[in-house]
């Protein structure tokens, strides 16, 4: 159950792109498309942003989304906002019932 | 709209109990699996521990297994934890939390805002 691999940090400017990396293995990233990012404000609840991988839900912005490539997964958001700027957490299906998540990536709006 | 309302954290002793109560709304939560989830201060997020709609079934985190034990209240619209043998690293902010779909093998959709849970002398 070892935490899943994402940068520290990424920032970007105002209507750039930035892309969070997270990589696992071959029993959690690559073995399953149950695959969800979350972004989580300061003292705040994380929010579901992308999940399977790179479904969006409703209500979430379209410059928001997801791609797999073997046991790294990949958050891309377009059109940086402002209130983009928070923690990021990817997480995994794991096998026997057990999730696992990444160490999170803080995200700078410059 | 779904909320998930989490209780009983607080400051306990290392080696003492505690039990978290986290209340459901909004939804049919008799139907839905659900996780717990930590938070420990300034780290990120590790999963806990998930219990089926039913309660039949029961998984946790190597971390955990053997302390905590997850349980439901499908009356009560109420999941539990109940933690013993606290250690420091146990220091955290839980969050009940519900899988996307109701599968206790989904990542969550819906988070409870958390209690802080701290253990220390």
């Known amino acids: 159950q070892s935490a899943l691999t994402q940068p520290r940090s990424v920032s970007g400017s105002p209507g750039q792109s930035v892309t969070i990396s997270c990589t696992g293995t071959?029993?959690?990233?690559?073995?399953?498309?149950?695959v969800s990012w979350y972004q989580q404000h300061p003292g705040k609840a994380p929010k579901l942003m992308i999940y399977?991988?790179?479904k969006r839900p409703s209500g979430v912005p379209d410059g928001f989304s997801g791609s797999k490539s073997g046991n790294r997964a990949s958050l891309t958001i377009s059109g940086l906002q402002a209130e983009d700027e928070a923690d990021y957490y990817c997480?995994?299906?794991?096998?026997?019932?057990?999730?696992?998540f990444g160490g999170g990536t803080k995200l700078t709006v410059l | 709209q779904v909320q998930l309302v989490e209780s009983g954290g607080g400051v306990v002793q290392p080696g003492r109990s505690l039990r978290l109560s986290c209340a459901a709304s909004?939804?049919?939560?008799?139907?839905?699996?659900m996780h717990w989830v930590r938070q420990a201060p300034g780290k990120g997020l590790e999963w806990v521990a998930v219990?089926?709609?039913?309660?039949?079934?029961?998984y946790y985190a190597d971390s955990v297994k053997g302390r905590f034990t997850i349980s439901r209240d499908n009356s009560k619209n109420t999941l539990y934890l109940q933690m013993n043998s606290l250690r420091a690293e146990d220091t955290a902010v839980y969050h009940c939390?519900?899988?996307?779909?109701?599968?206790?093998?989904?990542?969550?959709?819906?988070w409870g805002q958390g209690i802080l849970v701290t253990v220390s002398s």
């Open positions: 071959s029993s959690d990233v690559g073995a399953y498309n149950y």
């Open positions: 909004g939804f049919t939560f008799s139907n839905y699996g």
């Open positions: 219990i089926w709609y039913d309660g039949s079934n029961k």
């Open positions: 997480c995994s299906y794991a096998g026997s019932y057990t999730l696992v």
């Open positions: 939390a519900r899988p996307r779909g109701g599968s206790g093998s989904s990542p969550p959709d819906y």
């Open positions: 399977d991988v790179s």
